[in-house]
């Protein structure tokens, strides 16, 4: 974990309607807990859902300039951590590691498809592969993510 690193909650996908509202993409449950975004460029004045509407923003045309935006906040303006608990940006990009020892890539992304997180792991040769992100699969994260060997395919 880099704590100079800003942290991505959200990116712009799109313009909705004709008075600057633009369509999100969530990476957080709760975006409306912050009110300023990239260093202040950007101050969110209402959020229904996955529609933002920010001060900056006054029209359609501004708006679908912005696809693709993140929208990114500084580490420490984050909530801090329960026992157990993670961000996804402090998994991507670690080393990962079997419990025998073995080098198995890095964490190139994070879904979830309803049940648990699943860590997708890109192998130095480019394969990927999926664990569920359980006690029994990564017994151990951190500075390096160790997955049992039981669920290495």
């Not at 801090?80 to 990009?93: A, F, K, Q, S, V």
Request: proline fraction near 6%; charge should be negative; include cysteine.
């Amino acid at each position: 974990m880099d704590p100079d690193r800003p942290v991505t909650l959200a990116v712009i996908t799109g313009a909705h309607g004709v008075g600057g509202e633009v369509k999100l993409k969530l990476f957080t449950d709760d975006l409306s807990a912050y009110r300023s975004f990239n260093g202040g460029a950007l101050t969110l004045r209402s959020l229904n859902g996955v529609i933002a509407k920010f001060a900056e923003v006054p029209d359609r045309t501004v708006a679908e300039a912005m696809r693709g935006t993140e929208l990114i906040v500084p580490r420490d303006t984050l909530p801090p951590l329960g026992e157990g608990e993670y961000y996804y940006c402090d998994l991507i990009g670690l080393l990962c590691v079997s419990t025998d020892g073995s080098d198995l890539g890095r964490v190139v992304a994070i879904d979830n498809f309803g049940a648990s997180d699943v860590l997708e792991i890109e192998r130095p040769n480019g394969k990927r592969f999926m664990v569920p992100m359980r006690a029994d699969a990564v017994p151990e994260w951190g500075e390096r993510v160790v997955v049992d060997a039981a669920f290495v395919v």
